[in-house]
């Protein structure tokens, strides 16, 4: 199962889960174009390994993994997914 990330990363982007990802599934990175306009980060759940390293580094527990994802934060299961659809 991937991992998500949700409401809590709004606004804040802090970046460590990025350095820490092994597969490079977590965007948009801070050296990329729309890092300045993205309201949060995301993670590519086709590309996701489910290895869980990314959410000790989160420093406002914003990512779960999908079976440990309260019911009210479901809707970014949808808001990750389709950032990569794009």
Same mark, same amino acid.
């Given at each position: #199962?991937?991992?998500?990330?949700?409401?809590?990363?709004?606004? *804040?982007? !802090?970046?460590?889960? *990025?350095?820490?990802?092994? *597969? !490079?599934?977590?965007?948009?990175?801070?050296?990329?174009?729309?890092?300045?306009?993205?309201? #949060?980060?995301?993670?590519?759940?086709?590309?996701?390994? !489910?290895?869980?390293?990314?959410?000790?580094?989160?420093? *406002?527990?914003?990512?779960?993994?999908? !079976?440990?994802?309260?019911?009210?934060?479901?809707?970014?299961?949808?808001?990750?997914?389709?950032?990569?659809?794009?």
């Amino acid at each position: #199962m991937p991992h998500y990330i949700t409401q809590a990363c709004i606004g *804040v982007k !802090d970046g460590s889960c *990025v350095e820490v990802c092994p *597969v !490079d599934c977590i965007h948009p990175r801070k050296d990329e174009p729309e890092f300045a306009s993205a309201e #949060m980060l995301f993670i590519d759940p086709e590309t996701c390994i !489910d290895c869980g390293l990314c959410v000790d580094e989160c420093p *406002v527990n914003a990512i779960f993994n999908e !079976d440990d994802l309260p019911d009210e934060l479901e809707e970014f299961i949808a808001r990750n997914a389709g950032y990569y659809q794009r």
